[in-house]
T-cell receptor, first 113, second 115 residues
Framework: DVKVTQSSRYLVKRTGEKVFLECVQDMDHENMFWYRQDPGLGLRLIYFSYDVKMKEKGDIPEGYSVSREKKERFSLILESASTNQTSMYLC????????????FGPGTRLTVT | QQQVKQSPQSLIVQKGGISIINCAYENTAFDYFPWYQQFPGKGPALLIAIRPDVSEKKEGRFTISFNKSAKQFSLHIMDSQPGDSATYFCAATSTITNTGNQFYFGTGTSLTVIP
């Protein structure tokens, strides 16, 4: 079974803090994704990576950065957290030739106060 | 601009009834239409998917109907059960371009099946 794990299920941070969200997959997938899920807006892509050290912007990259130093690990970084970044963050992965079959982690509920 | 429009936002169905969720798209380059199911506290999981060369795909109680000319597709859950209560997302993408930033989700439908 594909397993995508996220470092925290719940996280509370203060405005202005630097926040790291970690994601690890164990299926040797080439692609990894970070989404943000908000009620009524569905899932919106923040960034995705198709290889180590490679990244592409999604629909809402502003205020976020990513890092992929190893194939199995993809990190989402909020350089200076703001209250409008309070959300559910979902990580996903897929094989390189199958971006349409994504496997998701359980999500991290981030609250910025 | 929402690439995939999904309705309704929420749905309440009696046990044994049929749940129907609808999606529409505009981009004719899309050629793969998956549905994801998300239970509370979990990430979405691929449920069923269809390509535009067929009009219907059935897996157990779940059926996707696809209308290429209308650019619409829908998920039907037959004999709905309380265990089907979840949020359902439709999605669309092109397997030809196969790039991660051209995979679009609908806004989700929260389904509640009442016993």
């Amino acid at each position: 079974d594909v397993k995508v794990t996220q470092s925290s299920r719940y996280l509370v941070k203060r405005t202005g803090e630097k926040v790291f969200l970690e994601c690890v997959q164990d299926m040797d997938h080439e692609n990894m994704f970070w989404y943000r899920q908000d009620p009524g807006l569905g899932l919106r892509l923040i960034y995705f990576s198709y290889d180590v050290k490679m990244k592409e912007k999604g629909d809402i990259p502003e205020g976020y950065s990513v890092s992929r130093e190893k194939k199995e690990r993809f990190s989402l970084i909020l350089e200076s957290a703001s209250t409008n970044q309070t959300s559910m963050y979902l990580c996903a992965s897929s094989f390189g030739g199958r971006t349409y079959e994504q496997y998701f982690g359980p999500g991290t509920r981030l609250t910025v106060t | 601009q929402q690439q995939v429009k999904q309705s309704p936002q929420s749905l309440i169905v009696q046990k044994g009834g049929i749940s129907i969720i609808n999606c529409a798209y505009e981009n004719t380059a899309f050629d793969y239409f998956p549905w994801y199911q998300q239970f509370p506290g979990k990430g979405p999981a691929l449920l069923i998917a269809i390509r535009p060369d067929v009009s219907e795909k059935k897996e157990g109680r779940f059926t996707i109907s696809f209308n290429k000319s209308a650019k619409q597709f829908s998920l039907h859950i037959m004999d709905s059960q309380p265990g089907d209560s979840a949020t359902y997302f439709c999605a669309a993408t092109s397997t030809i371009t196969n790039t991660g930033n051209q995979f679009y989700f609908g806004t989700g439908t929260s389904l509640t099946v009442i016993p």
